[in-house]
């Protein structure tokens, strides 16, 4: 079946310390955006990528890294100077005008 | 303004009602525009699409957009207890693929 898949779905990261949140879609799908949700304030975009080795930052994306070196794959790096990264990320995907198709999410936590 | 602007509700009604979640949105130049649904905890899900101005009716649900009013709902007929969620709206940004969302309505169905 086609989709998007997130991993891990539920990470926990040290003070300082960098992690990276995997996106992987066999939608053959162009466009792949990182979304951060927090309560009450929906959804935010970090990156996004229309096409691959190709991406531009989004609304709140300091703190954030990305790389697009596969069509498939859109993984997203929280580094030590996010200061807030505790949220619900969200990686989707699409292909023309349809609306898109969003992976399981992945849930960061800071310990 | 917000870009694209929702009541967080909660919106009660009791089974078997109708639910109408109102958007509305401040780029005159949108020509896409979505109806998601997020389960708590969950990603958010795409469940209607609109591209013109009217109605347009699949199953229970029914989109309406008029661009004149720059206003997007959407109507859920006989309402479900399963329908309890929040609903984000989506409006595509004129010569973009980026989505932009409404921070969501809660919908709350009642037996």
């Known amino acids: 079946d086609g989709g998007i898949t997130q991993s891990p779905k539920y990470l926990f990261r040290k003070e300082g310390q960098n992690v990276t949140l995997s996106c992987e879609q066999n939608?053959?799908?162009?466009?792949m955006y990182w979304y951060r949700q927090d309560p009450g304030q929906g959804l935010r975009l970090i990156y996004y990528?229309?096409?691959?080795?190709?991406?531009q930052k989004g609304d709140i994306a300091e703190g954030y890294s990305v790389s697009r070196e596969k069509k498939e794959s859109f993984p997203l790096t929280v580094t030590s100077a996010q200061k807030n990264p505790t949220a619900f990320y969200l990686c989707?995907?699409?292909?023309?005008?349809?609306?898109?198709?969003f992976g399981s999410g992945t849930r960061l936590t800071v310990v | 303004q917000k870009e694209v602007e929702q009541n967080s509700g909660p919106l009660s009604v009791p089974e078997g009602a109708i639910a109408s979640l109102n958007c509305t949105y401040s780029?005159?130049?949108?020509?896409?525009f979505f109806w998601y649904r997020q389960y708590s905890g969950k990603s958010p899900e795409l469940i209607m699409s609109?591209?013109?101005?009217g109605d347009k009716e699949d199953g229970r649900f029914t989109a309406q957009l008029n661009k004149a009013s720059q206003y997007v709902s959407l109507l859920i007929r006989d309402s479900q207890p399963s329908d309890s969620a929040t609903y984000l709206c989506?409006?595509?940004?004129?010569?973009?693929?980026?989505?932009?969302f409404g921070t969501g309505t809660r919908l709350q169905v009642f037996p």
């Open positions: 989707a995907s699409n292909q023309g005008a349809e609306g898109y198709t």
């Open positions: 939608l053959n799908h162009d466009a």
């Open positions: 990528s229309q096409i691959v080795n190709d991406f």
């Open positions: 780029d005159r130049g949108s020509q896409s």
């Open positions: 609109i591209y013109s101005n």
């Open positions: 989506a409006v595509e940004s004129y010569n973009t693929d980026k989505l932009i």
